[in-house]
């Protein structure tokens, strides 16, 4: 297994410490989830530089990237479901965007074609990721106030009644509807044939 594999699997890993961390239901669980998920966001950035940076990229790597990338969002957004920080129907649509561009794609790979990732579909992922690590430090200050100007700052700036959660979240909910519509687009001769 190759460098970039290996980390792809190590957010899959770093996705059940996240999990576990949450579980916890107190400020170190927390503590944990975040520190994990934020590992978890740049081996997200970095396997896919490797990959192509080292000409290693593989179908293995092809199917398992995406695959650890919407366990890891998926998680986080059901986490956030059960804690009240994300409507339940927001949750729906996202993972239901993952379920329809997973199967486009294999559709589109069982026909002998490749719906390859798009520019909107990487900044969804950035939306969704940039969300959680709001919802994860609001949630952190909130068990634990911070007693720092900084803190004070970033539990102000994070809190979900603030204005950075929300332009995450609803940016996040924005871009993986219109994504999702792309791709439908970009599938649609596929679907018909």
């Known amino acids: 297994m190759n460098l970039p594999n290996s980390i792809t ?3 899959l890993i770093l996705t059940a410490i996240f999990v576990l961390g ?5 400020t170190l669980g927390l503590v944990i989830a975040l520190t994990a998920f934020i590992l978890a966001a740049i081996s997200d ?3 896919g530089y490797l990959a192509r940076k080292m000409d290693l990229v593989t179908s293995l ?3 398992m990237d995406p695959l650890a990338d919407k366990i890891l969002v998926s998680s986080a957004f059901i986490y956030f479901t059960s804690v009240e920080r ?7 649509v996202i993972i239901g965007r993952e379920f329809l561009v997973t199967g486009l794609r294999q559709i589109a790979v069982d026909k002998g074609e490749v719906i390859p990732a798009d520019h909107l579909g990487k900044w969804k ?3 969704q990721l940039s969300f959680s690590i709001t919802c994860l430090l609001s949630l952190i200050f909130y068990s634990n106030p911070p007693r720092s100007a900084l803190g004070n700052f970033l539990m102000n700036v994070s809190a979900q009644d603030g204005w950075l959660s929300p332009i995450f979240l609803w940016g996040a909910l924005i871009l993986t509807l219109l994504s999702g519509f792309n791709y439908l687009k970009k599938s649609w001769k596929i679907l018909l044939d």
Do not use: M, Q
């Not at 994300?86 to 729906?92: F, G, K």
């Open 61 to 63: 790597g092809k199917l």
């Open 86 to 92: 994300c409507p339940v129907w927001v949750t729906a």
């Open 22 to 26: 949450v579980s916890l239901e107190s």
């Open 45 to 47: 950035w970095l396997d």
């Open 125 to 127: 992922t950035t939306f």
């Open 9 to 11: 699997f190590a957010r």
